[in-house]
């Protein structure tokens, strides 16, 4: 069983328990690279929600996202096309040169969850939507850096919003965060993308978030469809979302659900 913090609720895992959602961050990551490879021209995001269903599935997991929430999430992935920022539900929508494609995916291993996302381009795309996306991974990754045993959970949020207001005027939404992440997907402390350090909960070794920042070109002012799930730029601007799940362990932050990198490649000196 998890240690709750005190008067916090935030599940504390053990390292067995680390060890499960690293096994679940893994499918997370899997699926994600199958998805990204697979984006191109003429492809449906019902086409690619298929495709990661049955990677997840193969590999011994659960969708996290599918039937989830009130009205239940109908997909097992969430892809979000251009001004969609995130939640965006599968279907026959056809993908075109020039897109920009979030694809947010969540797994499940023996009751434990990971959580990420990415966004890809389909085909060439413009300068300014590849350096949104950029900009957008390299604000994760500072967020991820400082997740860090001894820290607050602001500084999380502040790394997140430095980063993107060092490079430009990016909009960062703020309305949608990220969150606390073990045995259920969406658990205490919400992980806000701007703040100022040195406040909220301490970080303690065996916390785990998902960091996810939200970057757009326009204004980060947002509104949901009639779906009641698509959440799209108010002013039909451009989007990108990067997301991944990271505990907290003694010698620094563990990223459960990359492949290939961990932050300590990437740390300022």
Request: charged share 20%; hydrophobic share 45%.
């Amino acid at each position: 069983m998890f240690r709750p913090l005190r008067d916090r609720r935030i599940e504390v895992k053990d390292d067995a328990q680390l060890q499960v959602m690293r096994a679940a961050g893994v499918v997370v990551g899997e699926t994600l690279a199958l998805l990204a490879a697979a984006v191109s021209p003429g492809i449906t995001t019902a086409e690619l929600d298929a495709m990661a269903e049955d990677h997840i599935r193969s590999s011994g997991a659960v969708p996290s996202f599918k039937g989830y929430a009130d009205p239940p999430y109908p997909a097992s992935i969430c892809v979000s096309v251009n001004e969609q920022v995130v939640h965006g539900i599968p279907g026959d929508l056809v993908l075109a040169t020039g897109d920009l494609v979030s694809v947010d995916c969540g797994a499940i291993v023996d009751g434990w969850h990971g959580d990420a996302a990415t966004t890809v381009g389909v085909g060439a795309v413009s300068p300014i939507a590849h350096r949104l996306m950029r900009v957008t991974e390299d604000a994760l990754w500072a967020g991820l850096a400082a997740a860090r045993p001894g820290g607050r959970l602001s500084d999380v949020s502040h790394a997140v919003e430095s980063s993107v207001r060092a490079v430009g005027s990016f909009g960062i939404v703020e309305e949608y965060v990220g969150h606390g992440i073990g045995s259920a997907m969406h658990m205490p402390p919400n992980v806000p993308n701007v703040g100022r350090p040195g406040h909220g909960p301490r970080l303690v070794p065996g916390m785990a978030i998902a960091v996810e920042p939200m970057v757009v070109l326009g204004s980060p002012a947002t509104e949901v469809l009639d779906d009641e799930w698509t959440v799209v730029t108010r002013d039909g601007s451009l989007s990108a979302h990067f997301e991944h799940t990271v505990a907290v362990t003694p010698t620094g932050p563990w990223v459960l659900t990359s492949l290939d990198r961990q932050v300590e490649a990437t740390s300022p000196a």
